[in-house]
């Protein structure tokens, strides 16, 4: 049922993506518009994925520093 409404929410956003398309730019091919599409959101997800790990890096390091600071606190 989850994967259901996950499923139909990602086709009405791949719908609305290649509606905005069609109105504005001189595509009308559905392939070029779906191509497009995909584009777009393999883009997207490139980004959003390469963000995580920039987060992931900054809280490891902090977390190293913490961990290092703990260390020096506890040894006295």
Known sequence: MEEEEIIRRAAKLINDRIKEYQENYAVRDKQDLLS?????????????????????????????????????????
């Open 36 to 76: 497009m599409c995909v584009l777009h959101y393999a883009t997207s997800s490139l980004k959003a994925e390469k963000k995580v790990n920039v987060e992931d890096t900054d809280v490891a390091e902090k977390v190293y520093q913490l961990d290092h600071m703990l260390d020096k606190f506890f040894s006295k």
